[in-house]
């Protein structure tokens, strides 16, 4: 069995940064495309950001500008760097990526969740 590990949520003043990060917990998958989801109390899990396995990316509307996906294929690792933070970006964010154990075909898997809290 695999599964998703985030890391680098945390408590973060207005105007700061963070890095979230995305790695299988076993390193003989291989991540495809991979995306950030977010979901804040009463509200429903909304796409933060989507990188394909070629690096192509696309963001929400609400981050662009501010947040930056990437990955690193040389450590199996997706990234979400998040500037500017705003207390609207409060929330529990989700990794969601493509898994592939070579030779079979990738399957969907979600992360756990971090938590990120933005104070004003």
């Known amino acids: 069995q695999v599964q998703l590990v985030e890391s680098g949520g945390g408590l973060v003043q207005a105007g700061g940064s963070l890095r979230l990060s995305c790695t299988p917990s076993r390193s003989s998958f291989s991540i495809g495309g991979m995306s950030w989801y977010r979901q804040a109390p009463g509200n429903q899990r909304e796409l933060v950001a989507k990188i394909t396995s070629g690096g192509s990316t696309n963001y929400a509307d609400s981050v662009k500008g501010r947040f930056t996906i990437s990955r690193d294929n040389a450590k199996n690792t997706g990234y979400l760097q998040m500037n500017s933070l705003t207390p609207e970006d409060t929330a529990v964010y989700y990794c969601?990526?493509?898994?592939?154990?070579?030779?079979?075909?990738?399957?969907?898997?979600w992360g756990q969740g971090t938590q990120v809290t933005v104070s004003s």
């Open positions: 969601n990526a493509d898994l592939r154990l070579s030779p079979g075909w990738p399957r969907n898997y």
